[in-house]
C-alpha cells in the first residue's frame, strides 16, 4: 500500500477513533487528504457560533470558533505535538479546553512535510 492510501485509510479510522473518544457522531466527522490532510469534528453549536476540533498534518489538533462562514476559524487552543496523539489525548485535550484551560503553543510545522512519517503513524489505525 502506497502512503497516500495508508494516510486516507489511516485518517479515516483515526478520525473515527477520536470522534468516538470525544462523543461525536459520524455525521459530525469530515477529512480530506489533499495538498495537506485535514480533519474536522464539530463540537457544539450555539447561536451564530460553532466550536470545532481541526486537525491537519502540519499543526496537529486545535479547537476553533466559526463566527461566520465566510471567515476562517478563529483557533482558540492547540494540542501540541505529537500530530497524531491517541484519541484519548485529544479528547483529554477538548474536556480541559471546555473546562476554561489553555492549550499548547502552536506548532512549527518546520518546513516540508513528512508524508511517509505521516503513513507510518497512521498506519497504527489500519
Known amino acids: 500500500m502506497d502512503n497516500s492510501a495508508v494516510i486516507s485509510q489511516g485518517l479515516a479510522r ?3 477513533a477520536v470522534a468516538e473518544e470525544v462523543g461525536v457522531p459520524p455525521e459530525g466527522t469530515e477529512f480530506e487528504v489533499s495538498d495537506t ?27 476553533a470558533v466559526e463566527t461566520d462562514p465566510a471567515e476562517a476559524p478563529v483557533v ?32 512549527d510545522p518546520g518546513g516540508a512535510r513528512d508524508r511517509a512519517g505521516l503513513a507510518s503513524r497512521l498506519s497504527d489505525y489500519l
Not at 500530530?83 to 492549550?103: I, N, Q, S
Open 14 to 16: 483515526y478520525v473515527k
Open 76 to 107: 482558540v487552543a492547540h494540542l501540541g505535538l505529537p500530530l497524531v496523539p491517541p484519541p484519548d489525548v485529544v479528547a483529554r485535550f477538548v474536556d480541559d479546553v471546555l473546562a476554561g484551560k489553555t492549550g499548547g503553543p502552536e506548532p
Open 37 to 63: 490532510a485535514t480533519a474536522y469534528l464539530g463540537l457544539a453549536e450555539g447561536p451564530g457560533r460553532d466550536l470545532m476540533l481541526l486537525w491537519n498534518e502540519e499543526r496537529g489538533w486545535s479547537i
